[in-house]
């Protein structure tokens, strides 16, 4: 009877640690990059009478438990340092000298402009030109130089007035140190000998920086409304205020006309490609997982990539966390996108892989098995009280 009662309480031991295992697993439904745990049971065998066949169980025996390593649901966060992996790999993250795995991608860029995990201090590791890993940081990111105009586009139309001028502007340039000139242009209807054939127009155009003085000036001339390809571009020269002098074409190539038009102009500058200092907008990563940075003027950088990792065992990781493991093997380290990694989400986490219904599922096991459990350890005592009461 003694060794029933100890077979009871071994099934009560043991769905105890199945019913903290399936707890562990309902309580982290919703954090990002669980992993769900499953508890192995095992027969107890009595090795007494085994080798004439007559052996028999002694209980439940409770093994390891193991961490289901399926890909869990990708959920929208719509903040643009929230990552998941959508394939194989884990981020790796670096505390000091201890180095953890996760699949849990909330991550921020600390004071120091370092990309940390969600507890704020440990790295995100990034894959440095050499193959080795390294911080990825904004530092010397912060801003961009600006770039010098070399050519503006316009696009509307010139309308063909017998006289007076059209004044177009601004028109916004940029030096080599992205500070910025406002132009004004004046189109003049001209009049030249000899005169044009029928349905041509000639206009005279003057170009005034911010000061009033005139940077450059050319001719433009139209054939049955469309630019002729002689004379369809101005170009300035001029030197703004302790800058370097710098020359830039006024394009009036493409999508620009002169015709009537009931004696409007809508001709306005387009496409400029020069632009000013940026300042850093906003940070994010591609698919392939490498730092995108975009600024106040339009501008956008690629950074360092992230660091992914894979294991030939996936049963070598340790569990630190729900979401954080170890590994007691090589990891393989490489970029997004490749052959042993998966794409990077932006935007999105991934949660919890626990299957809700299979975990009620088992917890129902764990409550019927702890039922007859205790049931055999009172049936068993209320035996050996019964013998007891025989020998009074």
Not at 176 to 181: D, K, S, W
Not at 298 to 321: C, H, M, P, T, Y
Request: charged content about 10%; proline content about 4%; aromatic content about 6%.
């Amino acid at each position: 009877m003694i060794n029933t009662i100890n077979t009871g309480m071994s099934g009560l031991i043991g769905y105890s640690k199945g019913l903290q295992v399936i707890g562990n697993n309902l309580t982290n439904i919703n954090t990002p990059g669980y992993k769900g745990v499953d508890q192995q049971f095992a027969s107890l065998f009595s090795q007494e009478g085994a080798q004439n066949g007559t052996g028999t169980g002694s209980g439940l025996n409770t093994l390891d438990t193991r961490v289901n390593f399926s890909q869990g649901q990708i959920n929208q966060t719509g903040r643009p340092l929230d990552l998941a992996i959508n394939g194989l790999g884990f981020f790796i993250l670096r505390d000091g000298d201890a180095t953890s795995y996760t699949r849990a991608g909330q991550f921020q860029f600390d004071a120091n402009g370092i990309l940390v995990g969600s507890d704020g201090k440990s790295r995100v590791a990034g894959l440095g030109a050499n193959g080795m890993l390294q911080d990825i940081t904004l530092a010397g990111l912060q801003n961009t130089p600006g770039k010098a105009t070399t050519s503006v586009k316009f696009s509307g139309n010139l309308p063909t007035l017998p006289t007076g001028d059209i004044t177009v502007g601004p028109v916004n340039v940029f030096d080599a140190a992205g500070g910025q000139h406002t132009l004004s242009m004046t189109f003049t209807k001209a009049n030249p000998t000899p005169p044009l054939p029928a349905n041509n127009v000639n206009y005279t155009v003057s170009a005034k920086d911010e000061t009033g003085t005139v940077v450059g000036t050319g001719t433009l001339q139209f054939a049955n409304g469309n630019p002729l390809a002689t004379a369809n571009a101005v170009q300035l020269n001029f030197t703004p205020k302790s800058m370097a002098p710098m020359s830039v074409k006024l394009d009036f190539s493409t999508n620009v006309t002169s015709v009537s038009n009931g004696g409007t102009s809508s001709l306005l500058p387009g496409e400029v490609d020069g632009y000013a200092i940026g300042t850093l907008r906003n940070q994010t990563f591609d698919a392939d997982g490498a730092l995108t940075l975009n600024y106040s003027n339009g501008q956008a950088i690629k950074g360092a990539n992230l660091a992914l990792a894979n294991f030939d065992r996936i049963e070598s990781l340790d569990e630190v966390s729900g979401n954080m493991f170890t590994t007691r093997s090589t990891a393989h380290i490489g970029k997004a996108g490749t052959s042993l990694f998966g794409t990077i989400g932006a935007g999105v986490v991934e949660g919890a892989n626990v299957d809700l219904s299979q975990q009620f599922s088992n917890l129902i096991i764990m409550q019927r098995g702890y039922q007859a459990s205790s049931q055999i350890v009172s049936v068993s005592n209320e035996m050996i009280q019964t013998l007891l009461d025989m020998r009074k």
